[in-house]
C-alpha cells in the first residue's frame, strides 16, 4: 500500500515536472522568438548529478527567484499557459537568452542545519502533548509530554509534524496553546506575517482554521482568556498590538500600547499575569524615537509604518517593562527591570507561574533561564532571584520557556542544539534537564540559520560568513 | 528571530559547527542584516544594525560577544531607519569608503574610518539618479565606477558621484531579482543569481533589456527566496545564500574567473 502511494507521488512529481518543463519550453519559445533575444552558444551538455535531478523532481518550487518567469510558472502548473504568460508580461522582466549558457552539470557543495531550530514552547496540560516551534525547516512538532531521548538514541521522533505550505508556518517564534480547546496558535515573525491557528490534532500540510495578518516583525503572542484578547509583541517600530482572540484575516487591533514613553525597545517576549492584571514584556534595548508625524509604505502587505526620527536611535540595556493590562497607547511603564544585574542578554520569551507570579525569561545569549520573582513589586537593577546555568542544563541559546505548573515543570526551547530541556520549577544552578526531547544527535550545534538573505566571503581565514 | 554572523570553513557542508559566532547585546546586532561586507585589506566586518541608524564596523576575527570595533550612528549621519533601515551596505576598501542605502533614495558615502555621529562625506541621490529604495549597491574598484540595483536593471555612476546625478549608463535588466538583493561585480561582469541560475551581464553593455553573457545552472533547493551572494575568485567560486532556503551553496563556477567578460 505504501509503495503503491509512493509510486503514484513519484508519477505526480514526475507529471508536474513534464508540464513545468512544457510550459518552460513554450515559453522559452516565445522569448526566444523576440528580436532582441539572440541565440546562444551552448557551451556543454553533461548528465545532471543525482542531487540535481532530485530537486528537479521536488514538489517545493525549483527556487521562488523570478527567473524570466519560469519558476513562476512552475508554481502554476495547475493554470493555464495564458495566465502564466501574462503575469510573464506584467512583470516585464524576461531575462533574454545569454550570449553562454552552460548546462554542464553544477558542482556545488550545501551549508544548512538538517535539523530543526526550536524557538518556543508550550505544552498541552488536557492531551499531555508538548508544542515545538521549529524556525529552520518550518514546522511545529507534537511530542509526548513524558519523551524523553536516552543518550544512545540518536533523536525522538515527533508524534506529528504540522508542515508544508498550506500551514503558512515559516519563522514562527511565538507559539500558545488554547487552555479549553487546544488550538495551537503560532506566530510568524519574518517573511509570513501571520499568526495561524491549528486544531489541536492537526498534523501535516494542513490548512489553518484561520489566519491573522500580522504586523512585520512580530514576535511572541499570549492571550488573556479573561478577556478574550490576543496580544503580539512588534519588534520594530517598537509596539504590542491587541487584538480580539478570534481576529482573523486583516482584522485590526482593537488597542495598541506604543510610543515614546512605553519604553518599548525592540519588544520580544510577552507574558500576563491574570491574578494581578499584568502585563510583562521583554526589551532588547535597540531604541528610536516615534512621534508617528512621519509614515510610509512599509515593505509586507503595504502596511503602513512608523517612521523613526533621525538621529534619535540608542543601544540602551535590555529590559522588562510591566504594565497594566489594560494599557493603551503611549502608557508608561509602572516599573521597569533593568541592569547589569539583571544578566539579561538577549531576553526571549517569557512565561509566568500563575501560583506565585514568579517570571521565568529565556535568556539567549547568556545561555541560561532567569527567574524573577516578587514581580508585582520589582523595579530597577535587580538580579534574578534564581538562574538556571551551566554545563549539566543542556541548555543552548534558550529562546522559549513554558511553566507548567500543573506538573511542577518547566520547559525551555533550545535554539542552539534542536531540544527541549524539562526541569524542577524551583531548580536553581547547573542543574541537568529531568528530561530532554532531542530532535537531532546529541553532539549537534545548531547553526541558528534564521532567513540567510546575505552572504560575504573572508579570504583571509578562509571562512564564509553568514548573518540572519 | 537571532540576530547572528556565523563564520564557517570554505569547505563546511550540512550540519557543519560554526568556527566562530558574533552574537549578543554588546555587539549591538539587530536582525535584518539583509548585506555584509567584508574588507579584507583592512580585515573588518561591516553590517547595519537597522533598528538602531546604525552601521557596524567589527574585527575581521570577531568572535563571541565582541563589540564593534567603530559604529557610525547619529542625526549628522543621515541615516534614516524607517521600516528596513540601513538595509544595504558596501566596503570600498580601496578608496577607504564605507556604502550606506537609504531608504530614502540615497547612497551615503562614509569615510571607512567614521566613528560616531559624523556626516557623509559624499551623498548620491535625487529624481535624475535613479535611485530606489534601499538599493543593493557595489563598487568597481577596477573601473572606478559604483554600481546600483533597481527594479529596472544596473545603474552606473562614476564611484565619486555625488548630488542629484544621472547615471552614465543603465545596464537594462540586470542584476539580483527585482534589485534588491546582493550582487557581485568582478572581472567586467556584473553577476547575480535569479532563480536555479547564475547569470552575468557585461559591465559595459547598456540598453534596455541588455542580453547576459553567461547563464549558469545553481540549483538552489527548496523555498529558495531573497538570494544572497559573494564570489571567492581564488577558488574560481560563487556562493549563494538562499534566503528563505537557509542554506548557503558554493558552486564551481570558472567561467567568470577566466577573465573572458565580453561578448563573444
Same mark, same amino acid.
Given at each position: 500500500?505504501?509503495?503503491?502511494?509512493?509510486?503514484?507521488?513519484?508519477?505526480?512529481?514526475?507529471?508536474?515536472?513534464?508540464?513545468? #518543463?512544457?510550459?518552460?519550453?513554450?515559453?522559452?519559445?516565445?522569448?526566444?522568438?523576440?528580436?532582441?533575444?539572440?541565440?546562444?552558444?551552448?557551451?556543454?551538455?553533461?548528465?545532471?548529478?543525482?542531487?540535481?535531478?532530485?530537486?528537479?523532481?521536488?514538489?517545493?518550487?525549483?527556487?521562488?527567484?523570478?527567473?524570466?518567469?519560469?519558476?513562476?510558472?512552475?508554481?502554476?502548473?495547475?493554470? =493555464?499557459?495564458? #495566465?502564466?504568460?501574462?503575469?510573464?508580461?506584467? &512583470?516585464?522582466?524576461?531575462?533574454?537568452?545569454?550570449?553562454?549558457?552552460?548546462?554542464?552539470?553544477?558542482?556545488?557543495?550545501?551549508?544548512? @542545519?538538517?535539523?530543526?531550530?526550536?524557538?518556543?514552547?508550550?505544552? =498541552?496540560? @488536557?492531551?499531555?502533548?508538548?508544542?515545538?516551534?521549529?524556525?529552520?525547516?518550518?514546522?511545529?512538532?507534537?511530542?509526548?509530554?513524558?519523551?524523553?531521548?536516552?543518550?544512545?538514541?540518536?533523536?525522538?521522533?515527533?508524534? &506529528?509534524?504540522?508542515?508544508?505550505?498550506?500551514?503558512?508556518?515559516?519563522?514562527?517564534?511565538?507559539?500558545?496553546?488554547?487552555?479549553?480547546?487546544?488550538?495551537?496558535?503560532?506566530?510568524?515573525?519574518?517573511?509570513?506575517?501571520?499568526?495561524?491557528?491549528?486544531? &489541536?490534532?492537526?498534523?501535516?500540510?494542513?490548512?489553518?482554521?484561520?489566519?491573522?495578518?500580522?504586523?512585520?516583525?512580530?514576535?511572541?503572542?499570549?492571550?488573556?482568556?479573561?478577556?478574550?484578547?490576543?496580544?503580539?509583541?512588534?519588534?520594530?517600530?517598537?509596539?504590542?498590538?491587541?487584538?480580539?482572540?478570534? *481576529?482573523?484575516? @486583516?482584522?485590526?487591533?482593537?488597542?495598541?500600547?506604543?510610543?515614546?514613553?512605553?519604553?518599548?525597545?525592540?519588544?520580544?517576549?510577552? *507574558?500576563?499575569?491574570?491574578?494581578?492584571?499584568?502585563?510583562?514584556?521583554?526589551?532588547?534595548?535597540?531604541?528610536?524615537?516615534?512621534?508617528?508625524?512621519?509614515?510610509?509604505?512599509?515593505?509586507?502587505?503595504?502596511?503602513?509604518?512608523?517612521?523613526?526620527?533621525?538621529?534619535?536611535?540608542?543601544?540602551?540595556?535590555?529590559?522588562?517593562?510591566?504594565?497594566?493590562?489594560?494599557?493603551?497607547?503611549?502608557?508608561?511603564?509602572?516599573?521597569?527591570?533593568?541592569?547589569? &544585574?539583571?544578566?539579561?542578554?538577549?531576553?526571549? =520569551?517569557?512565561?509566568?507561574?500563575?501560583?506565585?507570579?514568579?517570571?521565568?525569561?529565556?535568556?539567549?545569549?547568556?545561555?541560561?533561564?532567569?527567574?524573577?520573582?516578587?514581580?508585582?513589586?520589582?523595579?530597577?537593577?535587580? $538580579?534574578?532571584?534564581?538562574?538556571?546555568?551551566?554545563?549539566?542544563?543542556?541548555?543552548?541559546?534558550?529562546?522559549?520557556?513554558?511553566?507548567?505548573?500543573?506538573?511542577?515543570?518547566?520547559?525551555?526551547?533550545?535554539?542552539?542544539?534542536?531540544?527541549?530541556?524539562?526541569?524542577?520549577?524551583? #531548580?536553581?544552578?547547573?542543574?541537568?534537564?529531568?528530561?530532554?526531547?532531542?530532535?537531532? $544527535?546529541?553532539?549537534?550545534?545548531?547553526?541558528?540559520?534564521?532567513?540567510? #538573505?546575505?552572504?560575504?566571503?573572508?579570504?583571509?581565514?578562509?571562512?564564509?560568513?553568514?548573518?540572519? | 528571530?537571532?540576530?547572528?554572523?556565523?563564520?564557517?570553513?570554505?569547505?563546511?557542508?550540512?550540519?557543519?559547527?560554526?568556527?566562530?559566532? +558574533?552574537?549578543?547585546?554588546?555587539?549591538?546586532?539587530?536582525?535584518?542584516?539583509?548585506?555584509?561586507?567584508?574588507?579584507?585589506?583592512?580585515?573588518?566586518?561591516?553590517?547595519?544594525?537597522?533598528?538602531?541608524?546604525?552601521?557596524?564596523?567589527?574585527?575581521?576575527?570577531?568572535?563571541?560577544?565582541?563589540?564593534?570595533?567603530?559604529?557610525?550612528?547619529?542625526?549628522?549621519?543621515?541615516?534614516?531607519?524607517?521600516?528596513?533601515?540601513?538595509?544595504?551596505?558596501?566596503?570600498?576598501?580601496?578608496?577607504?569608503?564605507?556604502?550606506?542605502?537609504?531608504?530614502?533614495?540615497?547612497? !551615503?558615502?562614509?569615510?571607512?574610518?567614521?566613528?560616531?555621529?559624523?556626516?557623509?562625506?559624499?551623498? +548620491?541621490?535625487?529624481?535624475?539618479?535613479?535611485?530606489?529604495?534601499?538599493?543593493?549597491?557595489?563598487?568597481?574598484?577596477?573601473?572606478?565606477?559604483? !554600481?546600483?540595483?533597481?527594479?529596472?536593471?544596473?545603474?552606473?555612476?562614476?564611484?565619486?558621484?555625488?548630488?542629484?546625478?544621472?547615471?552614465?549608463?543603465?545596464?537594462?535588466?540586470?542584476?539580483?531579482?527585482?534589485?534588491?538583493?546582493?550582487?557581485?561585480?568582478?572581472?567586467?561582469?556584473?553577476?547575480?543569481?535569479?532563480?536555479?541560475?547564475?547569470?552575468?551581464?557585461?559591465?559595459?553593455?547598456?540598453?534596455?533589456?541588455?542580453?547576459?553573457?553567461?547563464?549558469?545552472?545553481?540549483?538552489?533547493?527548496?523555498?529558495?527566496?531573497?538570494?544572497?551572494?559573494? +564570489?571567492?575568485?581564488?577558488?574560481?567560486?560563487?556562493?549563494?545564500?538562499?534566503?528563505?532556503?537557509?542554506?548557503?551553496?558554493?558552486?564551481?563556477?570558472?567561467?567568470?574567473?577566466?577573465?573572458?567578460?565580453?561578448?563573444?
Amino acid at each position: 500500500m505504501r509503495a503503491k502511494k509512493s509510486r503514484s507521488k513519484k508519477m505526480s512529481r514526475v507529471l508536474g515536472v513534464f508540464v513545468t #518543463a512544457a510550459l518552460i519550453a513554450i515559453v522559452g519559445l516565445l522569448v526566444t522568438a523576440s528580436p532582441e533575444t539572440g541565440s546562444s552558444r551552448l557551451v556543454s551538455i553533461e548528465q545532471l548529478p543525482q542531487e540535481m535531478a532530485q530537486m528537479c523532481a521536488s514538489p517545493e518550487p525549483l527556487a521562488s527567484g523570478f527567473d524570466g518567469g519560469t519558476t513562476q510558472i512552475a508554481s502554476l502548473q495547475t493554470e =493555464n499557459l495564458f #495566465a502564466s504568460m501574462m503575469l510573464l508580461q506584467q &512583470r516585464g522582466q524576461q531575462i533574454p537568452a545569454a550570449v553562454n549558457e552552460v548546462t554542464r552539470a553544477p558542482e556545488f557543495r550545501t551549508l544548512a @542545519d538538517t535539523y530543526p531550530t526550536y524557538t518556543s514552547v508550550a505544552v =498541552n496540560l @488536557d492531551t499531555d502533548e508538548v508544542f515545538l516551534q521549529d524556525n529552520n525547516l518550518w514546522s511545529t512538532r507534537v511530542f509526548n509530554r513524558m519523551d524523553n531521548t536516552p543518550p544512545s538514541l540518536e533523536l525522538t521522533q515527533p508524534k &506529528r509534524v504540522i508542515t508544508g505550505r498550506n500551514t503558512h508556518i515559516q519563522y514562527n517564534n511565538g507559539i500558545y496553546i488554547d487552555p479549553k480547546n487546544g488550538d495551537v496558535y503560532s506566530v510568524e515573525s519574518d517573511t509570513g506575517d501571520r499568526m495561524v491557528v491549528f486544531a &489541536r490534532d492537526a498534523q501535516g500540510d494542513v490548512v489553518p482554521k484561520r489566519e491573522l495578518h500580522t504586523i512585520h516583525r512580530s514576535y511572541a503572542m499570549t492571550i488573556d482568556e479573561e478577556k478574550q484578547e490576543l496580544y503580539i509583541t512588534v519588534e520594530y517600530p517598537p509596539k504590542i498590538n491587541v487584538y480580539r482572540k478570534d *481576529a482573523k484575516d @486583516d482584522e485590526q487591533p482593537i488597542r495598541v500600547i506604543k510610543g515614546d514613553q512605553t519604553r518599548l525597545e525592540t519588544p520580544h517576549g510577552i *507574558a500576563i499575569d491574570y491574578k494581578n492584571h499584568l502585563l510583562f514584556v521583554s526589551n532588547w534595548g535597540q531604541s528610536m524615537s516615534f512621534d508617528g508625524s512621519e509614515t510610509m509604505n512599509g515593505c509586507c502587505r503595504n502596511q503602513l509604518y512608523e517612521t523613526g526620527n533621525l538621529g534619535t536611535a540608542k543601544f540602551n540595556s535590555p529590559s522588562i517593562t510591566v504594565y497594566p493590562l489594560d494599557a493603551s497607547g503611549d502608557t508608561p511603564p509602572l516599573r521597569v527591570i533593568q541592569g547589569d &544585574r539583571t544578566q539579561m542578554n538577549w531576553p526571549s =520569551n517569557l512565561s509566568i507561574d500563575q501560583d506565585t507570579g514568579d517570571l521565568y525569561l529565556a535568556n539567549d545569549v547568556n545561555q541560561s533561564v532567569l527567574v524573577f520573582t516578587g514581580m508585582t513589586y520589582q523595579r530597577g537593577n535587580v $538580579p534574578p532571584a534564581r538562574v538556571i546555568k551551566g554545563e549539566k542544563t543542556g541548555l543552548a541559546n534558550p529562546t522559549g520557556v513554558f511553566v507548567d505548573s500543573k506538573h511542577q515543570e518547566l520547559w525551555v526551547s533550545n535554539l542552539g542544539n534542536s531540544s527541549a530541556t524539562v526541569y524542577p520549577l524551583k #531548580a536553581d544552578g547547573n542543574v541537568p534537564p529531568v528530561r530532554i526531547i532531542r530532535s537531532a $544527535p546529541r553532539t549537534h550545534l545548531s547553526l541558528t540559520f534564521g532567513r540567510t #538573505a546575505a552572504v560575504t566571503y573572508d579570504p583571509n581565514r578562509s571562512e564564509i560568513l553568514v548573518p540572519n | 528571530m537571532h540576530p547572528q554572523i556565523a563564520a564557517f570553513a570554505r569547505l563546511a557542508k550540512e550540519n557543519a559547527v560554526a568556527t566562530r559566532k +558574533l552574537a549578543g547585546q554588546l555587539t549591538r546586532l539587530g536582525r535584518t542584516m539583509h548585506d555584509i561586507a567584508y574588507d579584507p585589506i583592512h580585515d573588518e566586518i561591516v553590517v547595519g544594525s537597522p533598528f538602531a541608524q546604525a552601521v557596524l564596523v567589527f574585527r575581521g576575527g570577531a568572535v563571541g560577544e565582541e563589540p564593534p570595533i567603530r559604529i557610525i550612528q547619529g542625526p549628522r549621519t543621515q541615516i534614516v531607519s524607517a521600516t528596513n533601515g540601513v538595509d544595504r551596505i558596501a566596503i570600498d576598501p580601496v578608496n577607504n569608503e564605507i556604502l550606506v542605502t537609504s531608504r530614502l533614495h540615497k547612497i !551615503l558615502v562614509f569615510d571607512r574610518e567614521a566613528d560616531g555621529d559624523v556626516a557623509p562625506i559624499r551623498v +548620491l541621490g535625487g529624481p535624475d539618479s535613479q535611485i530606489g529604495t534601499n538599493p543593493p549597491v557595489r563598487v568597481d574598484t577596477v573601473n572606478n565606477l559604483l !554600481l546600483i540595483s533597481g527594479n529596472g536593471g544596473m545603474l552606473v555612476f562614476d564611484r565619486t558621484a555625488s548630488g542629484n546625478t544621472k547615471p552614465k549608463y543603465v545596464i537594462g535588466g540586470a542584476g539580483p531579482t527585482g534589485g534588491s538583493a546582493q550582487f557581485e561585480v568582478y572581472n567586467g561582469l556584473v553577476i547575480a543569481p535569479r532563480g536555479d541560475n547564475l547569470y552575468a551581464w557585461n559591465l559595459r553593455d547598456s540598453g534596455p533589456n541588455v542580453r547576459p553573457v553567461w547563464k549558469i545552472p545553481a540549483p538552489l533547493g527548496p523555498r529558495a527566496n531573497q538570494l544572497g551572494i559573494v +564570489l571567492d575568485p581564488a577558488h574560481k567560486e560563487v556562493l549563494v545564500a538562499t534566503g528563505e532556503g537557509n542554506q548557503i551553496r558554493t558552486f564551481s563556477v570558472p567561467e567568470f574567473f577566466t577573465g573572458r567578460s565580453t561578448n563573444n
